[in-house]
């Protein structure tokens, strides 16, 4: 079945960290772009983070520049995402999503939430 | 970054009549390969975002064909031809043509 399976997220407190996993199968993972968007409480959708298919290149949204890092192990089928300094407004749930033709989500997780409290 | 505008932001619907939604983006969406990456998907509650339109007006497959899209320029739109109880969530267009993608603000479409 061709899915991927988001976890990792869970309650932290401000400043604190977590890694994000999403481990693909189904599909031929080492060639796909993958990215992680977040979906705050309000329901806006945010995109977070992008890596090329190697993982030499990356992208970040202006929010979390420098407080976050993506990364992938082909070897493993799995994508991360390293939250660091979290703040309050970081908080939603976020989805692993794949980007199987250019300029587009063509396959979602089912997200895996993240609360920032103290 | 790219602004996307919907409108409007909720729309109450009587099922078998139409539906439309408008998007407008800041900032023209022609990506360097000639392409306008312009995406429309639909978040049912507790569920995953589901891509309906890619490419301004390219229906995923699965996709019923009471849904279309189309636009340039600067405005894109996603028509229901025929709203069905299955269609309630929030829609959302998305810009790829720019770095960081951005998503318009939602529409929330409820069944009267």
């Known amino acids: 079945e061709v899915q991927l399976v988001e976890s990792g997220g869970g309650l932290v407190q401000p400043g604190g960290s977590l890694r994000l996993s999403c481990v693909a199968s189904g599909f031929t993972f080492s060639v796909c772009p993958m990215h992680w968007v977040r979906r705050a409480p309000g329901g806006g959708l945010e995109s977070v983070s992008a890596?090329?298919?190697?993982?030499?290149?990356?992208y970040y949204a202006n929010s979390v520049k420098g407080r976050f890092t993506i990364s992938r192990d082909n070897s493993r089928n799995t994508l991360y995402l390293q939250m660091g300094s979290l703040r309050l407004e970081d908080m939603g749930v976020f989805y692993c999503a794949r980007e199987g033709t250019p300029g587009t989500y063509d396959l979602w997780g089912q997200g895996t939430p993240v609360t920032v409290s103290s | 970054d790219v602004v996307m505008t919907q409108s409007p932001l909720s729309l109450s619907v009587i099922p078998g009549q139409p539906a439309s939604i408008s998007c407008r983006s800041s900032?023209?969406?022609?990506?360097?390969?000639?392409?306008?990456?312009l995406n429309w998907f639909h978040q049912r509650p507790g569920q995953s975002p589901r891509r309906l339109i890619y490419?301004?007006?390219n229906r995923d497959s699965g996709v019923p064909d009471r849904f279309s899209g189309s636009g340039s320029g600067f405005d894109f739109t996603l028509k229901i031809s025929r709203v069905e109880a299955e269609d309630v969530g929030v829609y959302y267009c998305?810009?790829?043509?720019?770095?960081?993608?951005?998503f318009g603000q939602g529409t929330k479409v409820e069944i009267k």
């Open positions: 890596i090329n298919p190697n993982g030499a290149t990356t």
């Open positions: 900032q023209g969406l022609v990506f360097s390969d000639g392409n306008i990456y």
């Open positions: 490419k301004v007006s």
């Open positions: 998305m810009q790829a043509s720019h770095w960081p993608w951005t």
